[in-house]
């Protein structure tokens, strides 16, 4: 099982800045993850998603790591979980 996590308010509002200044114009979650992956730098920020994204084998959360994940579509989908929160986060 996966635990999405909420940022701190200073690492959220840093990552926040990067995607809106990477992904500007973007209407919808799936053209920011297209943005996201189109530059280095939100390669970078696509990348540290995965920071808030823990596993929680035993009831006691840790980091995960790559034997952690199999599938190309859980990295994904816990990268885009942590976008949406992150997004959430911010403009609530």
């Known amino acids: ?44 920020v696509w990348k540290s998603l995965l920071d808030f994204v823990k596993i929680v084998p035993a009831s006691i959360p840790r980091p995960i790591d790559k034997q952690d994940i199999e599938s190309p579509q859980t990295l994904v989908r816990l990268r885009t979980e942590s976008l949406s929160m992150l997004m959430d986060f911010i403009t609530e």
């Not at 099982?1 to 919808?28: Q, Y």
Request: charged letters at 25%; glycine letters at 6%; one cysteine or more.
């Open 1 to 44: 099982m996966f635990e999405v996590t909420m940022p701190d308010a200073f690492r959220g509002e840093e990552l926040f800045i990067k995607i809106m200044s990477t992904c500007s114009g973007a209407s919808n979650n799936s053209q920011i993850v297209q943005r996201l992956m189109a530059t280095s730098e939100g390669r970078e």
